[in-house]
Structures are given as C-alpha cells and as structure tokens.
C-alpha cells in the first residue's frame, strides 16, 4: 500500500510539470529546467552522504568506539542481507539518527552522542533497524527523485512569476491557447505550494514505512516505540542545530516549531507513529 502511495504522488508531481509544459506551450524552458533539476539532484544522490556527514561534523566510528553500537548495528545487517554500513558519531547531546547513502553498498549510519547516552539497548536496535530499512527501501533514490521533480516545479513556477509579469506568454504561441497572464499567476502560486504538499507526503509515507520494516528487522515494535517517546521528549527541551534541507533525514525533526511548523514537517506526527507501532506489536 506504501508503494502504490508513493507512486501516485509521484504521478502527481509528474502531471503538474505536464500541466505546466501544455500553459507554456513551449518546451525549450521545461526542458531546461528539467534537465537543471536532473543535474543538481544527480551530484547530490552520488554524494550525499559525504555532504551531510561534513555538514554535522560527523566522525567515523570503529568497533573499539563503540563495541555495543557496532554489534546491534552487524546484526541487524546481517539478519538483512546487507553489507555493514559505516557508523558516524556527531558531538551534540540532542539524541537523533540518520541513515545516508544511495545504496546499501554504500550506506552510512550516523548517531547522536545523545542517542547513545539516552537510549537503552533494545531502543537503539529499534532505532537502527528503523535507519536500516531507508538503506533497504532505496529511501535515498525516491527522495532524489521527488526533489528533482519538485525543484522543476518549483523553477517552472519562477519562470511562469517572470512570464506573467512581461507577458512572454500570452496565449498566442504553439500549444497554449488558453494561458495568458492570470494563469500564469495561479499556476505560479498553487502548483510550487502543491509541489510541497506532495513531496512532504512522500516523506512521510516512506516514514511510516521505515518504522514498520525496522520493527520487523528488531523483532519487536515497541523497542522503536520506546525511543521515539524518549527523543521526542528529549528534542522538545534542547532543538538539534539542524538545517530545513537535511531534517528529513533524521529519525524525529530536529527541527523547532509550533502548530505550522508541524504541519509541513517532513515527518508525521510522533504519537501516530508510536500507535501504530503499539498496533503492530499487540495485533502480532
């Protein structure tokens, strides 16, 4: 059901990029976009993990670091069927986690010092299966993906704002007899706005998901349940340093914020994932 749901709002994504194609009429700009977008997501998909681990600092990680990490961390591998991904610690007392990488070759797992301190065993096995499992379902990709068709919207609904105002388009050019300035200016509002809607509903579904294939790769839903209440906790009292372009990637948002803040967070909402993890261990 997860990924018939991220299908279709990929679809969406794909149609107001076709939809705005049909009011520009032409397709020398989409088509600049577009490949723009594919370029600039690219360098980002095959680097990622090197860029956000340098942007927190984060520092390798060896058995003898951190022996209790390292073991949960080869058996969930194992129990997997994937390589053991790389650990990498970063010096803050805000306990949180992300995974990183564009496959599970070469994958990496990065862990808070606060983490480690708060969290017993059991929690942090619930806390890397969850991690684990955005490296099995290729998260890293599908994320990729989304911001290149949303980065194009985004540049189309520039273009459209420009066009608006100096009247580039006004119905009369190849394939768009019914654009013209107002159009543009709805188009250029709404359809970045939807982009966003969608992109952050694909984060939140590949969320969920995260949360129940690192609970079958736990063996015990309520390990991950049990973290996610001591970090929600933990990171309403002391907010992570953490910037809007990399706080999907976290476990919980490190992100501060009130009522707005949660509603277009890339995450849902704490106590919908703890009760349906509740849900998955008491109907087990």
């Given at each position: 059901?997860s990924?018939?749901?991220?299908?279709?709002l990929?679809?969406?994504?794909?149609?107001?990029?076709?939809?705005?194609?049909g009011?520009?009429?032409?397709r020398?700009?989409?088509?600049?976009?577009?490949?723009?977008?594919?370029?600039?997501n690219?360098?980002?998909?095959?680097?990622?993990?090197k860029?956000?681990?340098a942007?927190?600092?984060?520092?390798?990680?060896?058995?003898?670091?951190?022996?209790?990490?390292?073991?949960?961390?080869s058996?969930?591998?194992?129990?997997?069927?994937?390589?053991?991904?790389?650990?990498?610690?970063?010096?803050?007392?805000?306990?949180?986690?992300?995974?990183?990488?564009?496959?599970?070759?070469?994958?990496?797992?990065?862990?808070?010092?606060?983490?480690?301190?708060?969290?017993?065993?059991?929690?942090l096995k619930g806390v890397?299966g969850?991690?684990?499992?955005?490296?099995?379902?290729?998260?890293?990709?599908?994320?990729?993906?989304?911001?290149?068709?949303?980065?194009?919207?985004?540049?189309?609904?520039s273009?459209?704002r420009?066009?608006?105002?100096?009247?580039?388009?006004?119905g009369?050019?190849?394939?768009?007899?019914?654009?013209?300035?107002?159009g543009?200016?709805?188009?250029?509002?709404?359809?970045?706005?939807?982009?966003?809607?969608?992109?952050?509903?694909?984060?939140r579904?590949?969320?969920?998901?995260?949360?129940?294939?690192?609970?079958?790769?736990?063996?015990?839903?309520?390990?991950?349940?049990?973290?996610l209440?001591?970090?929600?906790?933990?990171?309403?009292?002391?907010?992570?340093?953490?910037?809007?372009?990399?706080?999907?990637?976290?476990?919980v948002?490190p992100?501060?914020?009130?009522?707005?803040?949660?509603?277009?967070?890339?995450?849902?909402?704490?106590e919908?994932?703890?009760?349906?993890?509740?849900?998955?261990?008491?109907?087990g």
């Amino acid at each position: 059901m997860s990924a018939i749901k991220t299908t279709l709002l990929m679809g969406a994504l794909t149609a107001i990029i076709l939809l705005f194609g049909g009011m520009f009429g032409g397709r020398q700009g989409l088509v600049i976009a577009f490949v723009f977008a594919v370029v600039t997501n690219f360098v980002s998909y095959w680097f990622s993990d090197k860029m956000v681990l340098a942007a927190y600092r984060a520092q390798p990680l060896n058995p003898a670091d951190a022996p209790e990490l390292y073991g949960i961390v080869s058996e969930l591998a194992q129990s997997a069927g994937i390589p053991t991904p790389r650990l990498y610690l970063i010096d803050t007392d805000t306990p949180n986690a992300f995974a990183t990488g564009r496959s599970p070759r070469h994958a990496a797992v990065a862990v808070t010092r606060g983490i480690m301190r708060i969290c017993n065993r059991e929690e942090l096995k619930g806390v890397l299966g969850h991690e684990l499992s955005h490296v099995l379902n290729r998260d890293i990709l599908i994320s990729s993906i989304a911001a290149t068709l949303a980065g194009v919207i985004m540049m189309l609904g520039s273009f459209a704002r420009w066009a608006a105002i100096f009247g580039g388009f006004d119905g009369r050019e190849e394939g768009n007899q019914r654009g013209g300035a107002l159009g543009l200016i709805v188009m250029a509002i709404l359809a970045p706005f939807a982009a966003m809607l969608i992109q952050l509903a694909i984060s939140r579904t590949r969320e969920y998901q995260a949360d129940a294939s690192g609970a079958r790769l736990a063996h015990n839903p309520l390990y991950l349940a049990n973290a996610l209440r001591k970090l929600e906790s933990a990171n309403e009292r002391m907010p992570m340093d953490a910037g809007p372009a990399t706080a999907h990637l976290f476990i919980v948002n490190p992100l501060s914020g009130g009522f707005l803040a949660k509603l277009f967070s890339t995450h849902p909402p704490l106590e919908e994932r703890i009760r349906r993890l509740e849900q998955m261990a008491y109907s087990g």
